[in-house]
Nanobody, 122 residues
């Protein structure tokens, strides 16, 4: 069974930094893209950052210049370095794997982690 496990959330003061990490485990052949999404109370889940297997990235406008996504394809891990955090970044952050295939012949599917809470507050 494939699992996506996030870590690194917590409470931080405005202007501070956090680094989120996610590892996909359980026997994986390939993941096309990995990304981070977030959901604040009363709001829809939104894309924060995404990175393809080839290293192409895209970011939400609200985090450009502050967040950096990176990925290790061999280890099936994705990280999100978050700097200059503001209260509006407070949310549950979810890791997502796009078109995950367990074997070369298997169909792909999207997988989500359970989420990690990030709270930015003084």
């Amino acid at each position: 069974q494939v699992q996506l496990l996030e870590s690194g959330g917590g409470l931080v003061q405005p202007g501070g930094s956090l680094r989120l990490s996610c590892v996909a485990s359980g026997g994986i052949f390939r993941i096309d893209a990995m990304g981070w999404y977030r959901q604040a109370p009363g709001k829809q889940r939104e894309l924060v950052a995404r990175i393809t297997s080839g290293g192409f990235t895209n970011y939400a406008d609200s985090v450009k210049g502050r967040f950096t996504i990176s990925r290790d394809n061999a280890k099936n891990t994705v990280s999100l370095q978050m700097n200059s955090l503001i209260p509006e970044d407070t949310a549950v952050y979810y890791c997502k794997a796009d078109n995950l295939r367990r074997w070369s012949w298997s169909a792909g599917y999207d997988a989500w982690g359970q989420g990690t809470q990030v709270t930015v507050s003084s």
